[in-house]
């Protein structure tokens, strides 16, 4: 247990430098563009969904807050909003940063969330009709302290992601430390077509949790690419959890989480099934 701690520390603290540099250029970022990205998103009409997926994979921490309250004031579509939870990226990319993964793999994983999120995004707004506008009163807390200073917001979320990240490696390292990887290929269902059912519920978690679960268990090789994919597109952040509390239509937000859940279930098994011809 001493080894597991020594290591898990170590691990951790060699990622601390990436975190903060990848987080300072995502505060920078989302300070100069957020207004942008909101006036873009709130005037884009037939081709929202495009747009909304376009600056959903931008890493800023507060887009798919600022899309819920668009959406729940009827501003921009239902399409559009799961354009933007299907295609928002938010932790998984410093941690891949930090844990220097091969930039095809971060570019190929943004692409295909880019894409799912464009096409389902226009097809559900084919599908289903837009509603008329309601008053407009967006919630200017979108729970990221975008109020605050760059550099202070920017080790506040490398604090905060540096201990779930450790915890996350410390389960892992001592799952495989007494359990070896098998038991974590059992766990998570690895190279199985019901993987994307558990992945894509992990997705859900409504904070950075689960991004950070799925980012580790990917690159400790305790699940697949497709089963990845499949938590990353469901992983909205906390905007699915804003939806419940702004949008007054519960029925429509129990459709909107089940349609998000199950895209990212079905376009996982297809990639597990695709991987496995070839």
Known sequence: MKEVIIDTLIDSIKLLPFLFIAFLLIELFEHKFSEKSKEKLSNSKKIGPVIGSIFGIIPQCGFSVMAT???????????????VYLSTSDEMIPILIAEKAPVSLLLKILAIKLVVGMICGIIIDLVIKRKDKEDYHICEDDHCHCDAHFFKASVKHTFNIFIFVMVCTFIINSIMEFGGSDLLNKIFLKDNLFAPFLT????????????????????????????????????????????????????????????????GVIFGIILEIFTKIL
Do not use: D, M
């Not at 959406?71 to 799961?82: F, K, M, N, W």
């Open 69 to 83: 309250n668009l959406y729940a004031t009827r501003i921009i579509s239902i399409g559009t909003l799961i354009a």
């Open 200 to 263: 894509s519920l992990i997705g859900l978690i409504p904070n950075c949790a689960s991004s950070v679960i799925l980012t580790e268990l990917f690159l400790n090789k305790a699940i697949s690419f497709a089963s990845l994919i499949a938590g990353l597109l469901t992983g909205a952040g906390i905007g699915i959890l804003v939806l419940f509390r702004t949008n007054k239509n519960k029925r429509e937000n129990v459709f909107i989480l089940l349609t998000v859940y199950f895209i």
